[in-house]
């Protein structure tokens, strides 16, 4: 399955994505970790990238597109993938979409975590990662709504958009996330652990 993780900074993208990794053997993209490593490990990449996610902008298009395009590549990614906070601007969404059907592996839904900025703020107050400042937080919120926001109607367009009510604990929204992902009936979503123990145990 490929399925694309939508809504503002804190709305739990991260959060729900480490889950399902314990559901479904489907890679995890997040670009903003690719980028905090590129930046650990002082790459050209995380250099450039450094002076946008400091001040809480987007990352230009073709700086993400080549580290995605890097990652699409790899043999792990052919199986699927969990697009965490990719794509974010309807350039990244038509590349994405352009690549895929290519190879004929079209996305097969993208979920909107809808939370309010009140309550992402709070999420985010407590975390204390580098661009967790109020400041900051502030103009990741004006990114998300002047640049990501079209992609909801983008999905929509294409059939593929699903609205996930994002309050409630991790475990609310989690449990939501497979209802939609049954009723997409891509995957029965039952842990791995417990496919692993069924397999052990029918010999
Ligand atoms: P990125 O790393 O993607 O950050 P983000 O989307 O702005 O925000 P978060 O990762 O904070 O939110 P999340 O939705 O993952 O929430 P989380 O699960 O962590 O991007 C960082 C930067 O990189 C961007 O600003 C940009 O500069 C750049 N960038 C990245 N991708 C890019 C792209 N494609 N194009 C251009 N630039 C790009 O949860 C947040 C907190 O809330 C956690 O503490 C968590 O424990 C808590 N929490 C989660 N769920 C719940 C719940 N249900 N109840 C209570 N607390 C909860
Ligand atoms: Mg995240």
Redesign the pocket.
Known sequence: MRIVFL??????????CERLLGHLHIPHL????L??QAIKEQTSTGLL?EQ??SA????P?PI?LAMVGEWLEKPEAQAGALF??????VP?AQALDDYLNHRGTPLNVALE?KVSDEVVIQ??A??G?A?DNPKIVAE?LK?YWNQTRPLLDYYHRQGLLEVID?????D??FQRIKDVLVRRGGTNCQPRNAAVGKAASSG
């Not at 809504?7 to 729900?16: F, H, I, L, R, V």
């Open positions: 809504g503002p900074p804190g709305a739990g993208k991260g959060t729900q997040s670009t903003g970790n980028l905090r990238a946008f996610m809480g902008q987007l990352v298009d993400i965490d906070g990719f794509p974010r601007t990244q975590l999420r985010i407590s975390r990662r661009d990741r990114s994002g309050l409630g604990t991790p609310d929204v």
